[in-house]
Structures are given as structure tokens and as C-alpha cells.
């Protein structure tokens, strides 16, 4: 799995065994007696991709690298791969193909996003809760090199989920939740509200990410335990997240008026929303969006019997979801959409179809085709239809990611546990999740680029 994305990724890391040290600027290194040694960079971003070469091996040895992080909750994950060394003595992880390991073709980024939780079998299902969460900063990667089970060489690098020069501050209206991140420099930036999904929780991350690339944005929490928004997601107020886009265009680090959109899930539906109703807007993207209003949900993810949204305190117009069947997937029981939407009456689809081509800025769609949450392509696609018939006027598209299900994240992070957990069934590998992950951000990036100048 690897995507060529040019200057937004870069090589930072170089392993070398042998006689000599590699002496760089930034870098540590730790040698050990018979010479080998890695040089790594003390940090990179989260979607910098690292090339690991390895020279100066003894032809026909067979070489193992490992890597290992600890994630949030203190388990710790790992990968590892093993590799013939050539005629010449050198190996270049990117494109070679391991002969074992935790994945299966050249990647250069396998060894990251292929770690499952030590001790765990690639054959064997994860734990219902098992999935890889970084510190808000980042997280560290241990990376051993291994000939004969003997550890020729080993070092840790960090991994950030944002440039530590990025100004990251709660916001301190008390009528809107959130965090917010402004790139490094005194010059207004384009800007992005970030909307979560259905989980509930900000994406500080993204938000962290996209103000790395020069992108000021505003994780929005708008459900969930503090006050004043919603404790569920049900009836929630589409003001309340247009309230957050002025408070945006009120700050010294936006160059607005137009701001961009970026959801996730629910947050794609919520997007499209605003994008519907404001002609402020710069670009809009949604992450296995819908273009169709559902049912809201409680806070133990059961239906709620009304909308997830509202308008001037009146429930959007919404489709009810149907019972998933509980001997299929794990408990407690999950709305079910794929069936309601093909079981919605005309009227009732019309009603709680969102009129995106009443939007007025370029839209991007990623979604997943192996989505078991909400068919995201087929909604993605009834967006496009709708845009198609009406001729809408601004640049728009989708990309849906083939074999990859509903759980799409920032690039290289660890995707075991993206297919289900012990509420949902998300769908896709581990593979297909990590190419969409890496997909999806890339051309979500240069979106963001061309069309909000950043």
C-alpha cells in the first residue's frame, strides 16, 4: 500500500549496518559494538512517509525490522518485517516485499500502520475495544533491527499528530465547545471547522494536522458531556455549528470570509448542511458522508425516534433507521441503514435529502465501498447525481476507496481494530483501511490547497 503524494511526503528515516555512521542533523542514533547503527529523525508528522534504507549487510543475510509504539491506554503495538538482503548488501524497505511479516507488499509505511497489540495473531479477531489512540502530541516508535535473532540496531522516533509550533487554544466562548489550531506565523490562514462523527469526541487531531499544512482549523465538539450542547446526538441545533463559523471569522489568525468544511460520518451530513445554507463557504468535504438526514441516536447508540438535527428548534425532516440484527453484530442493538434507505417511501427520501446543490463551493467525497455502517458510496453517489442534475456550478467529486470500510483515519497510524469494535461493524482490512486513510488525506490536503489557497 503506498500513495505518491510528492512534496507533502518526505523521506526522513535511513538505516545503515556497517562501518560508518550516518551523522545528520536532528537525528539520534544508537551504535552498537560491531558498528551497525540507525539514524532517524527525533520527530516527523503523522503523514510524513519514511523510507528506511539499510545498507552495508552481509549479502544473503536475512534481516528483520520490527516496530513498536504504546498507544494511549498503555497497550503496546507492534510489526515487524523480515527481508532477504540483496547481492549488494542493501535493502530499501519501500520497495522491497518482505518474505514475512505483519503485512505483505512494498510498502514504505507497512512497518506503522500494520501494528496490532503485542501478542495478538493476525488470524485471530482483536479485542472488541483494541484500537491504536495516540496522546493528543503524538506518540513514540521503537524500531529494532534484527539478524539471527540478535539486535543489530535500534532507535525511537516520535510521531506527531501536529508541528509543535502550532498555537492550540480551548475556545473561550462559552457558547461553543472546541479547540482550536492556528499554523505557525503571524499571516491570516485559510481555515476549516472540523466536525466529528458519531463517537462524540472532537478531532483535535485533524484539526492539529491541517494546521501543520498552513490550514487554521476548529475542532467543534457538538455533542457529548459538556455544556451547552446536546448530550446525544439528537435534534442538534445546525445554528450552534454556524455560531462556531462566525466565531471563526472573528479571529486575527483566519483570512476568511469563506471558510472550508470538513466531516466526518454524521459530520459530512452536518456539513453538507451548512454548506446548504451559507454562501461562506469555501470548500466542503465529507469523510463516508450522507446526504440523507437520519435518525438521531441516544448516548448508548440506540435510534432515538426523531432527528439528528435541527432548525430554529424544529427537527430536520429524517429517515427512521431499521433494528440490526443482533446475532449477527455485536450488542447492544445498531440502527440499521442500508435497508430503511431502500425502504424509504419517495416522499420521505425527498423530505430528508439534504439540497446540496444549493451550496455555493467545490464539494469532495471519500467513501468507503466496504462501509457496514451506511453505504457510503451509494449515498456518495446519490450526492453526485443530484449535483450532475442540476448542473452545479463549482468543481466536485468522489473518490470511493475499494475494500476499505466505514473506520477511515489520519494516514499510517495503526488500523487494526478500524474494522468493528464492540458496538459497530465498520467493515474493510486492515490493508484496504490504511491505503483509504492515506488516500482520503492526500487528496483531502490538496483540496484544501486549490481551493482555499492554502
Not at 52 to 80: F, Y
Not at 100 to 117: H, Q, T, V
Not at 311 to 326: H, Q, R, S, V
Request: hydrophobic residues 40%.
Amino acid at each position: 500500500m503506498s500513495v505518491d503524494r510528492g512534496s507533502r511526503r518526505r523521506d526522513f528515516l535511513r538505516l545503515f549496518a556497517g562501518a560508518g555512521l550516518l551523522s545528520t542533523a536532528g537525528c539520534s542514533a544508537v551504535s552498537f559494538a560491531s558498528g551497525q547503527s540507525f539514524a532517524v529523525p527525533d520527530a516527523s508528522l503523522t503523514d510524513e512517509s519514511i523510507a528506511i534504507e539499510i545498507d552495508g549487510l552481509e549479502p544473503g543475510t536475512t534481516l528483520t525490522v520490527r516496530a513498536s509504539s504504546r498507544s494511549r491506554d498503555g497497550i503496546d503495538w507492534e510489526a515487524h518485517a523480515t527481508f532477504d538482503v540483496g547481492d549488494d548488501g542493501t535493502l530499501s524497505v519501500p520497495t522491497r516485499t518482505p518474505i514475512d511479516g505483519s503485512y505483505e507488499s512494498a510498502d514504505p509505511m507497512g512497518l506503522f500502520w500494520s501494528k496490532r497489540p503485542a501478542g495478538a495473531k493476525p488470524d485471530r479477531p482483536l479485542p472488541p475495544s483494541a484500537l491504536f489512540l495516540p496522546d493528543d502530541e503524538g506518540y513514540e516508535v521503537t524500531l529494532l533491527a534484527e539478524v539471527d535473532n540478535r539486535t543489530v540496531a535500534e532507535t525511537t522516533t516520535t510521531r506527531r499528530l501536529f508541528d509543535p509550533a502550532v498555537e492550540r487554544r480551548a475556545v473561550p466562548d462559552s457558547e461553543i465547545v472546541g479547540d482550536f489550531f492556528a499554523p505557525p506565523g503571524n499571516e491570516p490562514a485559510p481555515t476549516v471547522l472540523v466536525l466529528h462523527g458519531s463517537g462524540g469526541e472532537p478531532f483535535r487531531g485533524t484539526a492539529g494536522l491541517l494546521a501543520s499544512h498552513g490550514i487554521a482549523a476548529l475542532a467543534l465538539q457538538y455533542f457529548g458531556d459538556p455544556e451547552p450542547i446536546p448530550d446525544a446526538l439528537l435534534e442538534v441545533p445546525v445554528e450552534y455549528a454556524e455560531r462556531a463559523l462566525t466565531w471563526l471569522r472573528d479571529q486575527d489568525e483566519v483570512a476568511g470570509p469563506e471558510i472550508g468544511l470538513f466531516g466526518f460520518s454524521r459530520g459530512g451530513s452536518l456539513a453538507l448542511l451548512l454548506g446548504s445554507r451559507s454562501d461562506e463557504i469555501g470548500a466542503i468535504v465529507g469523510w463516508v458522508p450522507s446526504g440523507v438526514v437520519w435518525e438521531g441516536l441516544y448516548a448508548d447508540r440506540t435510534p432515538a425516534g426523531t432527528s439528528a438535527w435541527s432548525i430554529a428548534g424544529e427537527p430536520i425532516p429524517f429517515l427512521e433507521t431499521a433494528n440490526a440484527d443482533t446475532d449477527s453484530l455485536p450488542a447492544p442493538p445498531l440502527p440499521y441503514y442500508e435497508p430503511a434507505l431502500r425502504s424509504a417511501g419517495d416522499d420521505a427520501l425527498a423530505a430528508a435529502t439534504i439540497p446540496v446543490e444549493e451550496a455555493d463551493a467545490p464539494i469532495f467525497l471519500a467513501s468507503a465501498t466496504d462501509d457496514m455502517v451506511w453505504p457510503s458510496t451509494m449515498l456518495s453517489e446519490r450526492i453526485v447525481a443530484r449535483l450532475d442534475a442540476n448542473d452545479y456550478p463549482y468543481e466536485y467529486g468522489h473518490d470511493a476507496h475499494t475494500g476499505a470500510g466505514h473506520y477511515i483515519r489520519l494516514p499510517y497510524l495503526p488500523t487494526a481494530g478500524t474494522t468493528k469494535d464492540e458496538y459497530v461493524v465498520y467493515g474493510g482490512s486492515q490493508e484496504a483501511n490504511a491505503r483509504a486513510s492515506s488516500g482520503a488525506w492526500f487528496e483531502t490536503l490538496s483540496f484544501f490547497e486549490n481551493t482555499l489557497g492554502a
